[in-house]
């Protein structure tokens, strides 16, 4: 029907089978084609950015590629000691493993990142919610925590009560620009920012002190309760990309750490085999067998 309107060349494909796209009828010269084995979690660098790239621009979707690549070149040449995938992946080991944490709170303080926690819980979820390690045998020990969380400041009225002062202790990753977009630092340097960062920071500060009100138990706060804090300049798309790209290194890292391939997603293939199955049955297509 795109092609009886005269629309024909605003199709364009984003596909591992570049084939199928031009059996289907799309131009070669805007089929946009990557290797198979990308997944889908670490696909954002290859062609299928386009789609990014066609909202944010050209100019600030190359911005994003150059932060990626920045982190690309701390994670292959920084020492381990200074090395941020290398200690963020260590962290999980730690609070996993050692300290017995189940669950991992991400919370970006900056509205724009709000989906980043949702992207984060598929990213280390998916790459090494495993049990069982890359050479098939089975695992003794626990993988990758439960990842959720949302943006700050708004989190703080909803489930903060519990990470302070609940049984549970739930580690924080807490992310925050130091600067508002566009704004340099000396003259731009908003009041109401000011005060994100400020929530931010205590955040960090009143899980790890705490304060003591052993008179009134209610209103104690033991402290003692992890947090990373990560911060940047100003969410840029260059400083998005390094995020971004940080946190893959890091899926990876703790992946090669706990011995599983963080790069297959059975889980998921299974789910959506039974799916068919189960769609055909509904449909009549095939007997259900229980």
């Keep these: ?6 629309n024909e060349g605003a199709m364009a494909a984003v596909t591992a089978a570049p084939d199928v796209a031009a059996e289907w009828g799309i131009a070669a010269d805007r089929i946009f084609d990557f290797d198979e084995g990308v997944g ?35 994670f292959e040449t920084a020492p381990h000691t200074e090395n941020l995938p290398v200690i963020l992946g260590l962290l999980r080991v730690w609070n996993r493993n050692f300290m017995g944490y189940p669950t991992l709170g991400i919370m970006p303080y900056d509205q724009r990142l709000a989906l980043v926690p949702a992207w984060l819980q598929q990213l280390e979820m998916e790459s090494n919610g495993k049990s069982v390690r890359a050479d ?67 955040q960090a500060e009143a899980l790890a002190k705490g304060r003591e009100n052993h008179a009134e138990p209610h209103r104690h706060f033991a402290g003692g309760r992890p947090s990373t804090l990560i911060s940047w300049q100003a969410s840029t798309p260059y400083a998005v990309g390094r995020l971004l790209a940080l946190y893959e290194h890091v899926t990876v890292v703790s992946g090669f750490l706990w011995g599983v391939n963080s790069f297959d997603q059975w889980g998921v293939e299974l789910g959506k085999a039974m799916a068919r199955e189960v769609a055909a049955a509904l449909s009549g297509e095939a007997s259900a067998d229980g």
């Design 40 to 74: 889908g979690r670490y696909s954002l660098w290859s062609a299928v950015g386009l789609p990014v790239m066609i909202d944010v621009g050209a100019a600030a979707f190359t911005q994003l590629l150059q932060g990626a690549a920045a982190m690309d070149r701390h």
């Design 136 to 202: 098939g045998s089975v695992l003794d020990y626990a993988t990758t925590p439960v990842i959720w969380g949302a943006a700050g400041t708004g989190c703080q009225h909803s489930f903060f009560q519990a990470l302070h002062q609940g049984s549970d202790i739930v580690p924080l990753d807490i992310m925050v620009p130091l600067a508002p977009s566009g704004m340099p630092l000396d003259d731009g340097w908003q009041a109401s920012h000011r005060v994100l960062v400020a929530n931010a920071i205590a």
């Design 1 to 6: 029907w795109l092609a009886a309107g005269g």
